[in-house]
């Protein structure tokens, strides 16, 4: 089983510059969401999706857009990428609320933004 | 604050030894779960304890949760070279969607 895939692995940008991370799950999860990593520190939520069509902003989502247009996939945009999101990227997605069940995550998309 | 405070922040033992890692919140403590991140990759799920309960096990994991002190251990017993991660714990007091991360604890096993 495939479980959450991201694509790339790997990014670099320019400052200004705009970019989709990809996330796919095959498992038929209806909650995903998008976290990001910064060095020594835990994740931060950017947003999430409680199925197909539903999208709301997680702790930190200035910068970022998302949409859910089908149950499998989960895009994350950046519309004009700086510097503060150099980050490693992480979608999880889980059959339930990420709060009472297991979360699955991607191996996650290392961005730099110079 | 949600996030959950991890002690220690690092922790190096032997092979065969205990690990023991502790956490707690300023909040009410709902559901809490601990996850694994070995370097670079993505989070691995470990365990989930209820609010009303007050130990799980989980293999050579074993997981207390105490909501009167708003804190949780994560015991590893008979530690391997491969248990060498960052284990987060995770508080979802007050939210269906989002866990909240700790800085976690960096957990190194030596041979």
């Known amino acids: 089983n495939a479980g959450v895939t991201q694509t790339p692995k790997f990014q670099v940008l320019k400052t200004g510059q705009s970019m989709t991370l990809q996330c796919a799950q095959d498992m038929n999860h209806e909650y995903m969401s998008w976290y990001r990593q910064d060095p020594g520190m835990g994740l931060r939520l950017i947003h999430y999706?409680?199925?197909?069509?539903?999208?709301d902003q997680g702790e930190v989502p200035n910068g970022y857009n998302v949409s859910r247009s089908t149950t499998e996939d989960f895009p994350l945009r950046l519309l004009s990428a700086a510097p503060s999101q150099t980050s490693v990227y992480f979608c999880?997605?889980?059959?339930?609320?990420?709060?009472?069940?297991?979360?699955?995550f991607g191996q996650g998309t290392r961005l730099t933004v110079v | 604050s949600q996030q959950g405070e991890e002690d220690p922040q690092a922790l190096s033992i032997q092979e065969g030894e205990n690990a023991t890692m502790n956490c707690s919140y300023k909040t009410s403590i709902n559901n809490l779960q601990w996850y694994r991140q070995n370097s670079g990759r993505g989070l691995v799920h470990l365990i989930l304890i209820r609010s009303n309960e007050r130990e799980k096990h989980s293999g050579r994991l074993r997981v207390t949760l105490d909501t009167s002190k708003k804190s949780s251990s994560l015991l590893i017993t008979a530690s391997r070279a491969a248990d060498t991660a960052s284990y987060f714990c995770v508080n979802s007091g007050g939210s269906n969607y989002k866990l909240t991360f700790g800085k976690g604890t960096l957990l190194t096993v030596n041979p």
């Open positions: 999706s409680v199925g197909a069509g539903i999208t």
């Open positions: 999880a997605s889980s059959s339930g609320p990420h709060t009472a069940t297991e979360a699955f």
